[in-house]
């Protein structure tokens, strides 16, 4: 089986903090850290701390976060 993200490569990824994959997860708008200066916007391939694919993406050009669709996932529990 090819990963779910394959068909998704031509997309630009982005890699989001614990913090920020868990408000993304819950429905938030996430802000990117730009002063690394890899400014998007439209839709991206999202991916949590362990490089796990998210789902996609949507960045508007202040580059604020939403999610667009997002796979289905176990709820993490802290200390387990």
Same mark, same amino acid.
């Given at each position: 089986?090819?990963?779910? &993200?394959?068909?998704?490569?031509? $997309?630009?990824?982005? &890699? $989001?903090?614990?913090?920020?994959?868990?408000?993304?997860?819950?429905?938030?708008?996430? /802000?990117?850290? !730009? !002063?690394?200066?890899?400014?998007?916007?439209?839709?991206?391939?999202?991916?949590?701390? +362990?490089?796990?694919?998210?789902?996609?993406?949507?960045? &508007?050009?202040? /580059?604020?976060?939403? +999610?667009?669709?997002?796979? +289905?996932? /176990?709820?993490?529990?802290?200390?387990?």
């Amino acid at each position: 089986l090819l990963p779910t &993200d394959r068909l998704l490569g031509d $997309l630009p990824r982005v &890699d $989001l903090s614990l913090f920020q994959a868990g408000d993304l997860r819950n429905g938030k708008v996430v /802000q990117l850290d !730009t !002063t690394s200066g890899a400014a998007h916007t439209g839709l991206l391939r999202a991916y949590g701390n +362990a490089s796990d694919f998210l789902g996609l993406v949507h960045v &508007d050009a202040q /580059q604020r976060l939403r +999610a667009e669709r997002l796979l +289905a996932t /176990q709820p993490v529990i802290p200390g387990k």
